[in-house]
């Protein structure tokens, strides 16, 4: 072979190539079974905890499971009953929103020279242009609400399913692995294990947490239906860096179009700015911590990836998926240098987070 770090080269490519086409084409298959997996490996130490007690294998597994099903359906639960509340103030909402749309065409007309009567056309333009696609974005909710609901019975049979044979899938894996390997194929399953449970575990119990501060600080600066609010802001807090600012974003505009002013727009900031003090210099380092130990750039470009790859989905999963890879090429010799690049140092672990895990300590 003449050129053999050029064929190198190019079979990387290939592979990556490969790989890439093989997650978008095999999207819809793909995407349920990763959220088993990572789901199954968060609810594992419920259903050992339930076998300890003499709980029989498989209804310590559909226990478990109903502890997920339970808790998002108490999330779903609240987030209906203050819609509902929205809802019936569905007509103050219209007012204020038809006041502000007249003081927005006002504006445009006064100073960049767009009269009314060229904005009236214009939005009787696109609504015929849009009047035909009416049909068609009901046909598609539709459709996607069917497959969402085909997707969660499918997650949580995976879920299932994926707990009860998990010795069998280890063993498989150990088999396949060369035996001077099998320790570190071993250490590697453990790692993967622990890292999901812990970085799963502590996001749920951030989010929690969010719930509440949001909550309170909504309501003390007077935002309605501040739960509603709460709750959104908390869940897209799954979304590193994008959800806090969407969530903010959305409680703002839905704000103003419920007769907000001024000073509650920059109460919502304030609020936004403490919480994000808090989450960020004590709630996680005290209740995620670092175990995924990916750098902010690669965070970045894991999350548009999965956007791109998989939408809403490859977002919500890219973390734990990019903390998996890191922990793989940790193990594999020919591998490490990647690790190293999508990693990050240690740091020396010191602040008021330390402090506080001291006087736990201490108790």
Known sequence: MPYPKLFKTLSILSILVLLVVILVYAKSFLVPLVFAATLSML?????????????????????????LVSFFGLVIFFISWQISEV?????????????????????????????AQKQQQLIK???????????????????GFGSLLTDTILVLVYIFLMMYFRNRVKSFVLKVTPKNQQSKATDSM????VMVQQYLGGLTLMIVCLWVMYGIGFSIIGVK??????IICGILEIVPFVGNLTGTALTVAMSLAQ?????????ILITYAIVQFIQTYLLEPLVVGSQVNINPLFTI?????????????????????????????????ALQPVGYLIGEDEKKKSGISEKIKGWFGKS
């Open 43 to 67: 609810l594992l130490p419920i259903s050992k905890w339930l076998q300890r007690k003499g709980v029989n294998k498989a209804i310590s597994i559909v226990l478990s499971i109903l502890v």
């Open 190 to 193: 453990e790692k993967m294990q």
């Open 125 to 143: 333009e696109q609504q015929a242009s849009s009047s035909g696609k009416l049909g068609s974005t009901i046909t598609g909710f539709i459709k």
């Open 259 to 267: 007769g907000g002013d001024f000073n509650l727009v920059i109460g």
């Open 87 to 115: 809802l019936s103030n569905s007509d103050q909402i219209e007012q204020q929103l038809t006041e502000k749309y007249q003081q927005l065409r006002q504006f445009i007309a006064e100073n960049l020279g767009f009269s």
């Open 301 to 333: 470009i894991s999350l548009v990836a999965g956007e791109i790859l998989w939408g809403i989905p490859g977002m919500v999963l890219a973390i734990p998926l990019l903390g998996i890879g890191k922990i793989i090429c940790d193990h594999v010799a």
């Open 225 to 230: 239906n501040a739960i509603l609010f709460a």
